[in-house]
């Protein structure tokens, strides 16, 4: 019997690779500014291209965002930056204006983050996340 060796987030929706509608999956290979009001919540973003910047939109309870690593192992880095009021809670502890990075030289393909504003709106919260992700000093 074979087997298949998988690492990443199930995707599941569609990807927007022609500019149809109805799409949740969306592939940036450069800095992208998430927008709460184009229809971005609940969007799983692919990033397959070194030093790409995710900034995220001021928090608006009821906002998930998942952010996957595309590229090869140790060739990719992908960052997560909110902006300057808000913070991100990770691993237990908050940074204020600070930003969460899968690092290359520790990033392999299929590593992913998923962000929510669950219930506050000074931070998002870490919900789930798979690979290495390190907390800007």
Known sequence: MASTLFRGPVLVGKKNEAGVTGFNIEQKDSNY????NNGDCGKTFLSNTKDVVFTLPSIA????????????DGQ???????????????????????????????????????????NSTVFWTVVDSQGLWAKES
């Open 33 to 36: 500014t998430v927008v709460i």
């Open 61 to 72: 309870i009821g906002n998930v965002y998942t952010f996957v690593n595309t590229g090869a």
């Open 76 to 118: 990719n880095n992908l960052t997560i930056s909110p902006v300057s009021i808000d913070g991100i809670l990770y691993a237990g502890s908050l940074t204020d204006d600070k930003d969460l990075i899968n690092t290359q030289a520790t990033s392999k393909v299929g590593d992913y983050v998923t962000l929510a504003s669950l």
